[in-house]
């Protein structure tokens, strides 16, 4: 049995067309190293996943929560934005039957989030075709829309340092406050490392490739324990 005639098994799903499903691992960037591989990449298959996706998103939240309009688009970007999916699409091992260029087989970080995001989508667009709707809507209820109850009640569809001055203010009556760890790299691509304190202490260490995306990781690793105090 071929590498993806057993990822079905993975995602219990039984495709009708194996070469759909196998497309939906392939990256542009492969083509372009290997110009006379069988199949086109997956970016139109994106395309379609990500409509699907967000249409039983919103028809999940609809049926399940009689919640204002504002609260249900708050929630719905929270599942379906690429740190949430690409999470997803590591947990079923969708990094291991990736088509990739030998550059893009080494990317890690934010960019190997963003291939497996977007893979993740093509999968949902593949399902959808081969599979129909009703299909499509199983596999991302079982696994994706699992969260929502989490993402709910830790309130991880808000700001995360939003929330985390929230709970800090109303907890110890102190705000919080952010300075710079270290920072590495070249100019144009600078990583830099932020602490959190909450008066002496350090509750969170983040890091992104600016001082903005550095200090939402952080509150969001302070909020990660916060949670569990």
């Not at 920072?183 to 202490?201: L, M």
């Amino acid at each position: 049995m071929s590498k993806i005639e057993d990822f079905q098994k993975t995602i219990n799903v039984q495709f009708k067309n194996l070469d759909l499903l196998e497309q939906v691992f392939v990256h542009r960037s492969y083509l372009n190293e290997n110009p006379g591989f069988k199949l086109d990449h997956n970016e139109r298959l994106e395309f379609l996943g990500d409509a699907v996706l967000e249409l039983v998103t919103t028809e999940y939240l609809y049926s399940n929560f009689p919640n204002p309009e504002g609260e249900l688009t708050n929630w719905r970007s929270a599942l379906v934005k690429g740190e949430r999916i690409s999470q997803v699409a590591a947990e079923l091992g969708l990094n291991d039957y990736l088509y990739l260029s030998k550059g893009e087989a080494q990317s890690i970080g934010k960019s190997r989030q963003l291939i497996l995001a977007n893979t993740f989508e093509a999968l949902i667009g593949a399902i959808f075709l081969d599979q129909g709707y009703a299909s499509a809507q199983d596999f991302i209820t079982k696994n994706l829309l699992k969260y929502t109850n989490e993402i709910i009640e830790k309130k991880l569809y808000r700001d995360a340092k939003s929330s985390l001055q929230e709970i800090s203010q109303d907890k110890y009556s102190i705000t919080p406050n952010y300075s710079l760890i270290s920072e590495s790299g070249p100019d144009h691509d600078k990583i830099f490392v932020i602490g959190v304190n909450i008066g002496e202490n350090l509750v969170g260490q983040g890091k992104g490739s600016s001082k903005q995306e550095a200090e939402q990781d952080a509150a969001k690793n302070a909020l990660e324990k916060i949670d569990l105090a």
